[in-house]
């Protein structure tokens, strides 16, 4: 189990106890310091993923736009958990 930010809120209490019925399984939470040592590793290596995205040999995923008065329509997408990408209100 991995714990990435929270973008749902912080996690309530979590019994570690229950782990233990799944196999070898751990609970992480990772952070980026602990695998970049430096602000030269964090640009290098941003420099390459950027590379990737360059060359195509990553694909992005293209945000949606919508006007600022649909708002109410981007929060539905995102409560309704129909969201896998990015979405921009244009004013």
């Known amino acids: 189990l991995v714990l990435y930010g929270y973008a749902s809120g912080v996690p309530g209490p979590f019994d570690v106890n229950l782990l233990q019925k799944c196999g070898s399984v751990f609970l992480t939470r990772p952070t980026l310091w602990d695998y970049i040592s ?6 290098e290596r941003a420099d390459e993923v950027l590379g990737w995205i360059n060359t195509g040999a990553i694909k992005l995923c293209e945000c949606q736009s919508f006007p600022m008065c649909e708002a109410d329509k981007v929060h539905k997408l995102l409560e309704e958990r129909k969201s896998t990408g990015k979405y921009i209100l244009v004013p």
């Open 38 to 43: 430096t602000g030269d590793e964090l640009r």
